[in-house]
């Protein structure tokens, strides 16, 4: 159908354009990277595409991205050749918000935070980052392999609705006109555009060309005119570590992860031997608003050979280390590989182990190294690492030791003590790490049943997180010592103490049967307790009775 519609912005869609123009104006200039980052992914899965069908090249095989301006009428057009769309996918990409979630995020931010490029940045802010800087944008694309009256025309103000018509278009691809805001006209400009270019877009495998300048007489000048790269266009994991600037680390990680922040810290590896592969893997500086969405995107960028294959291959990555993002190429693999292949192809599993180990080398370099970016990963990210010891037996100790905890010792509720710490720092008799599980801070650091450690000088971990509980079920010990939870069973007590005990029990004999008739059914046993020293009295669990929290949360559950 060729006729013209006029249809609405999903809601999300709206909300978003109106806090993206506000928050991130300040960042404007963002704009043409998040295009030619589209545009380079498009000619990524067109190369992908055409390994399987040659056609779709259209006897153009070289992919590449133009930028053109026009001065006179303030507008900037970025043009691929890459897979283009059809007109539903126009459609859904254009129209509305994947991520599920993204309704419920958006509401819930305050005004304040509405006004927080870095929580608006958490979307990628992508394609409608051009609503910036224009005030209508067109969209003229054909699929590969479509014909040259199957194109589509998309255009709006970012007002609410966009329009669509089917149109001619001979050459494949996507090409992206703003028309520039008025006081926005900075951007119709030769020199602007190639510096920006040059600093968000240097890493982009595929050629980002734009006109040869002419200098001298316009009579001079070329009837057809001449096309230079601006960029430098070479993949940049293929490139050695000793030419590559942390900017361009930084900006070609905004690009594979849609990221609006810099990353926090990244590993490039070339590994060589029986398996060829490069990997260039960073760790992020903020979850995404989406982290615990099952169905939310995870997984490494796949290519083969230089040829992208896939994004999200999940299998190079253990669950708990889903944050992770970044590239793998791998020179041993088909290039037709599947998922279903990856699934079983064992080369997979030793790769996955080896970029386990680099990823957990990096992070307990992060943590050595800038203990302050590392609290601010383990912020965000603390409780997917809990997963750990249950996922991955065989590096439990190595995920432990970048765990971090609020202690007895410790200021306040931030997580800051790591294992090793607690083991420096503990009296050389003892034998056990012990901790104490609450749904808060403040109910943990309150708990009657600290009063014994405190007295005595030992240090009490305050675990407060949801996995908590089922984490240390599965690390069960660290260095040889193995965890206690101290609202459990016995206390380990000395010579004196012991003998103290044993005084205190005969005396209050007559007093605990006393009290034991009093309370009945409500409990099991009364004891004389050592662990208090301020309250009169606690409830303790038994040795092999379910933890308290466990038992609240339970009863919670109506069990
Ligand atoms: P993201 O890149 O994070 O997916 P964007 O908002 O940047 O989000 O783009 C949304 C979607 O629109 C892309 O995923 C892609 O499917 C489609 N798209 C955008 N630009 C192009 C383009 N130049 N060619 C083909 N598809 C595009
Ligand atoms: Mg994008």
């Known amino acids: 159908t060729a006729q013209k519609e006029t249809l609405g912005f999903q809601t999300e869609v709206k909300q978003m354009l109106h806090l993206m123009i506000h928050s991130l104006y300040s960042n404007k200039e963002i704009f043409l990277r998040e295009l030619i980052s589209n545009a380079s992914d498009a000619c990524d899965k067109l190369r992908f595409e055409g390994l399987n069908d040659d056609s779709l090249f259209e006897n153009d095989p070289d992919t590449q991205v133009k930028i053109e301006f026009d001065s006179e009428a303030n507008t900037v057009t970025i043009s691929d050749n890459g897979i283009g769309m059809n007109r539903d996918e126009v459609i859904e990409n254009l129209g509305t918000i994947a991520k599920s979630g993204t309704a419920q995020f958006l509401q819930q931010l305050s005004g304040d935070e509405k006004k927080d490029a870095h929580l608006i940045g958490q979307f990628g802010v992508g394609f409608y980052s051009s609503f910036i800087v224009a005030d209508k944008v067109e969209v003229l694309t054909r699929r590969a392999g479509a014909k040259a009256d199957e194109a589509v025309l998309w255009t709006s103000d970012g007002d609410g609705e966009f329009t669509i018509e089917n149109v001619e278009k001979a050459g494949r691809g996507t090409s992206i006109t703003l028309y520039l805001k008025k006081d926005e006209s900075e951007f119709a400009d030769n020199f602007r555009l190639r510096n920006l270019v040059k600093k968000y ?32 266009a070479k993949a940049l994991w293929t490139r ?32 060589e031997g029986k398996l060829e592969y490069t990997s260039l893997l960073y ?16 997984g490494l960028k796949l290519y083969v050979q230089r040829v992208f294959i896939m994004d999200d291959a999940e299998q190079f990555l253990p669950p708990y280390l889903r944050f992770i993002k970044g590239v793998v190429d791998s020179n041993d693999l088909p290039l037709n590989v599947s998922r279903e292949i990856l699934q079983e192809n064992g080369n997979i599993a030793s790769m996955r182990s080896a970029l386990t180990k680099r990823i957990l080398d990096m992070l307990k370099k992060l943590a050595k190294n800038k203990p302050e970016e590392y609290q601010t990963f383990w912020e965000g990210f603390g409780q997917v690492l809990k997963e750990g010891p249950a996922d991955d037996f065989a590096n439990k100790e190595k995920i432990a030791e970048l765990f971090r905890f609020a202690s007895t010792k410790g200021e306040d509720d931030t997580q800051n003590i790591s294992l090793d710490t607690y083991l420096e720092r503990m009296d050389e008799k003892q034998e056990k790490i012990y901790y104490l599980t609450a749904e808060n801070y403040l109910t943990a650091s309150r708990s009657p049943h600290l009063e014994m450690f405190r007295k005595k000088g030992i240090e009490v971990l305050l675990l407060t997180d949801r996995v ?9 010990e660290f260095k040889g010592k193995t965890f206690e939870d101290i609202t459990k069973g016995e206390l380990e007590l000395d010579e004196e103490d012991k003998k103290k005990q044993e005084e205190v029990e005969k005396e209050s004999k007559d007093l605990l049967e006393r009290i034991k008739k009093v309370l009945n059914d409500e409990v099991e046993d009364v004891r004389v307790s050592h662990r208090l020293t301020d309250s009169p009295a606690c409830l303790v669990v038994g040795k092999d009775d379910i933890n308290m929290q466990m038992r609240r949360m339970l009863e919670a559950a109506g069990q």
Request: proline share 7%.
């Open 468 to 476: 908590d509980e089922w984490m240390v079920s599965h690390l069960s």
């Open 240 to 271: 050695s570590k000793s030419d590559i600037e942390d900017e361009d680390y930084q900006e070609f990680y905004k690009h594979i992860a849609h990221d609006y922040e810099d990353s926090l810290t990244w590993s490039h590896n070339k590994v």
């Open 283 to 298: 760790v992020p500086k903020r979850p995404p608003f989406d982290l615990w969405n099952r169905e939310g995107a995870r």
């Open 201 to 232: 877009s240097d890493h982009i495998a595929v050629p980002v060309m734009m006109e040869k300048e002419h200098y001298g007489e316009e009579k001079d000048k070329p009837e057809t005119p001449e096309w230079e790269s601006v960029n430098s």
